[in-house]
């Protein structure tokens, strides 16, 4: 009799324990589950982040000194966009984050005046390979950085090339998207400096006579639009 109580009691204490360690199993099967989605909720949310303008401008010049050997001279010699606004604003981040890591020689956007007067282009213009590179060397830098920004769909597209001044060499290349955010509608929309495409009024003082079948001759000052080079 005592033996078949003991082993109806060693019965209900493995049944016993048995149940209380099910809960622990199912618990450790969701654990894993669990920790994954906060993670993968937080690499969706954190792409758009990389989209801004200030963000796409940080990566690349990231991507820049990551291509770039230390103490090297740069040059930025143009930025292709619809804004010369736009233009110098993404010229002038990627040379103040290049010019922060303290790695580099860095030409100033102020330095390029005299070569882009002599060599007649734009900041904000497309300029060719060989055009950028003979820029470089004017400028006596051993690396140059190209690039635009342009419109692609509803966004924009930066583009960032870096060339060897001696080779010719393209060192390497980055296309980033980015958001039309308020930064950079801004700078398209501030067109202060910018050339326009009107025809230069010229003011003629005193008496004119204009001869068309008949001499008429008009009082006081009179502004006429005329092609340049007819000796006006």
């Known amino acids: 009799m005592r033996y078949v109580i003991f082993i109806f009691s060693l ?11 099910a809960p622990q199993q199912v618990a450790s099967r969701n654990v894993p589950s669990n920790n994954y989605e ?7 949310n954190s792409n758009p982040i990389s989209e801004q303008l200030d963000s796409v401008i940080r ?27 736009l233009s110098y604003y ?12 303290d790695n580099f020689l860095v030409i100033e956007r102020s330095e390029l005046d005299t070569v882009q007067r002599e060599q007649k282009y734009q900041l904000s213009g ?24 342009l419109p692609l769909g509803n966004d924009y ?16 290349t980055r296309i980033y998207t980015v958001k039309p955010d308020t930064v950079l509608l801004s700078l398209l929309k501030s067109q202060d400096g910018e050339p326009k495409n009107e025809i230069p009024q010229n003011v003629i003082m005193g008496d004119v006579n204009i001869i068309n079948n008949n001499t008429t001759t008009i ?14």
Not at 126 to 148: C, F, P, R, W
Not at 158 to 170: E, F, G, P
């Open 38 to 44: 906060p993670s993968q909720t937080l690499n969706r």
């Open 126 to 149: 497309e300029v060719s390979d060989n055009s950028a590179i003979s820029i470089g060397k004017q400028l006596g830098t051993q690396m140059i950085v190209t690039g635009s920004i």
């Open 11 to 21: 019965f209900l204490l493995l049944f016993g324990c048995a149940s209380s360690s």
């Open 59 to 85: 990566e690349g010049s990231n991507y820049i000194a990551s291509k770039i050997q230390a103490n090297t001279k740069i040059g930025v010699v143009n930025m292709n966009s619809p804004s010369i606004n």
């Open 219 to 232: 009082q006081g000052d009179v502004y006429v639009n005329m092609p340049n080079g007819l000796g006006w």
């Open 157 to 172: 597209s930066l583009r960032l090339k870096i060339i060897d001044v001696q080779t010719a060499q393209i060192i390497g």
């Open 90 to 101: 993404v010229i002038d981040s990627v040379v103040m984050h290049l010019v922060n890591t």
